[in-house]
T-cell receptor, first 113, second 112 residues
Framework: DAMVIQNPRYQVTQFGKPVTLSCSQT?????MYWYQQKSSQAPKLLFH???????NEADTPDNFQSRRPNTSFCFLDIRSPGLGDAAMYLC????????????FGDGTRLSIL | QQQVKQSPQSLIVQKGGIPIINCAYE??????FPWYQQFPGKGPALLIA?????SEKKEGRFTISFNKSAKQFSLHIMDSQPGDSATYFC???????????FGAGTTVTVRA
């Protein structure tokens, strides 16, 4: 089945220690998204790629970076995680036209010690 | 500010009841209105979606009603089951945009 896969499902890191989360997709979608979701809240968009074009949300902290080496893979790098960055991180994809369904992975739960 | 307002925050129904979740928006550029279902520890899954040229859409036990003039839309879960217990998010997207604006979410509990 075509899908969006996130690894790892659970990640523990230390305060200030860089961490990378990964996402892969078999849907061959051009658009990929990274969301942060905290408990009992809606997903909050961090950034998205249209193909290789990177689009950062205005309120995404500089601490968050992303890489998309090819269509199938996308990475979220958190350079110096703080306690407030503990959350579920969701990757999603959509087709390359506006107003389309987004397909989500099951997320990576990030804990900060 | 939240572009899509969702209510209630939570609701509890008995099995077989009809939970109703309401959403409202202001931006008339919104052209696509999906609903997502999310179980604990899982990502949101697309449940059903509607565009403003129709007033109602049904998929199985899930129905979206859409009122373009009032800028409101709602989700009805017919004959609800305990397995429908989840958090539901409404969302909206502009005709020329890739991004989704999410409502705050509604936690639905269906008691057996």
């Amino acid at each position: 089945d075509a899908m969006v896969i996130q690894n790892p499902r659970y990640q523990v890191t230390q305060f200030g220690k860089p961490v990378t989360l990964s996402c892969s997709q078999t849907l061959n979608h051009n658009v990929m998204y990274w969301y942060q979701q905290k408990s009992s809240q809606a997903p909050k968009l961090l950034f998205h790629y249209y193909d290789k074009d990177f689009n950062n949300e205005a309120d995404t902290p500089d601490n968050f970076q992303s890489r998309r080496p090819n269509t199938s893979f996308c990475f979220l790098d958190i350079r110096s995680p703080g306690l407030g960055d503990a959350a579920m991180y969701l990757c999603a994809t959509s087709r390359d036209s506006p107003a389309q369904p987004q397909h989500f992975g099951d997320g990576t739960r990030l804990s900060i010690l | 500010q939240q572009q899509v307002k969702q209510s209630p925050q939570s609701l509890i129904v008995q099995k077989g009841g009809i939970p109703i979740i309401n959403c409202a928006y202001e931006n008339t550029a919104f052209d696509y209105f999906p609903w997502y279902q999310q179980f604990p520890g899982k990502g949101p899954a697309l449940l059903i979606a509607i565009r403003p040229d129709v007033s109602e859409k049904k998929e199985g036990r899930f129905t979206i009603s859409f009122n373009k003039s009032a800028k409101q839309f709602s989700l009805h879960i017919m004959d609800s089951q305990p397995g429908d217990s989840a958090t539901y998010f409404c969302a909206a997207s502009k005709y020329n945009d890739y991004k989704l604006s999410f409502g705050a979410g509604t936690t639905v509990t269906v008691r057996a």
